[in-house]
Antibody, heavy 123, light 107 residues
Framework: EVQLVESGGGLVKPGGSLRLSCAASGFTFSSYSMNWVRQAPGKGLEWVSSISSSSSYIYYADSVKGRFTISRDNAKNSLYLQMNSLRAEDTAVYYC????????????????WGRGTLVTVSS | EILLTQSPATLSLSPGESATLSCRASQSVDSYLAWYQQKPGQAPRLLIYDASNRATGIPARFSGSGSGTDFTLTISSLEPEDFAVYYCQQRRNWPLTFGGGTKVEIK
């Protein structure tokens, strides 16, 4: 069964840091691009960051650029999001999601999602 | 940044009725538009990619159409499990963006 399980969320003070992880199983992790998408309480979806299968392509939303870093470890079937200088507006459920790749193309939509991990930034 | 506007914000329908949801882009996204369904307390689920392609396991009552700036998600006959929030998303340009969502509620 294809599965994505996020962890690492919690309560952090403004200006603090947190590292989210996403453990993948049931598929060949190294063949898929991966993403982080967040959802503030009661709000819609917001794309955060994406990384291609070999880490050749990395993208960030302007709202997190310079503060968040996406990375992956294909040997450990894991995706990460290092979040620094956190703000109240970063409070959200953070989902990891996979994206299908082919030979020379990446279909940047979100084929499968994890259940999410809640990040709360508050003093 | 490409802005996606979904309408209506809320759609009140009865089971068995047909639902038509709209997504309009601020500039052309060609056919690079996806639709997702999200139920309360759950992660979103991909329904449609590239405007009209159903994702794996998605029932045939869900269909997508459109290109350029105007897109439609149609649910041909609403089942009880279809009452949820639906989002569109474009992948034509970075940053990837989502619409604000349409809630399909039971009338």
């Amino acid at each position: 069964e294809v599965q994505l399980v996020e962890s690492g969320g919690g309560l952090v003070k403004p200006g603090g840091s947190l590292r989210l992880s996403c453990a993948a199983s049931g598929f060949t992790f190294s063949s898929y691009s991966m993403n982080w998408v967040r959802q503030a309480p009661g709000k819609g979806l917001e794309w955060v960051s994406s990384i291609s299968s070999s880490s050749s392509y990395i993208y960030y939303a302007d709202s997190v650029k310079g503060r968040f870093t996406i990375s992956r470890d294909n040997a450990k079937n894991s995706l990460y999001l290092q979040m620094n200088s956190l703000r109240a507006e970063d409070t959200a459920v953070y989902y990891c999601a996979l994206t299908t790749e082919g030979s020379g193309w990446i279909r940047w939509c979100f084929d499968l999602w994890g259940r999410g991990t809640l990040v709360t930034v508050s003093s | 940044e490409i802005l996606l506007t979904q309408s209506p914000a809320t759609l009140s329908l009865s089971p068995g009725e047909s639902a038509t949801l709209s997504c309009r882009a601020s500039q052309s996204v060609d056919s690079y538009l996806a639709w997702y369904q999200q139920k309360p307390g759950q992660a979103p689920r991909l329904l449609i990619y590239d405007a009209s392609n159903r994702a794996t396991g998605i029932p045939a009552r869900f269909s997508g159409s459109g290109s350029g700036t105007d897109f439609t998600l149609t649910i041909s006959s609403l089942e009880p499990e279809d009452f949820a929030v639906y989002y569109c998303q474009q992948r034509r340009n970075w940053p990837l963006t989502f619409g604000g969502g349409t809630k399909v509620e039971i009338k």
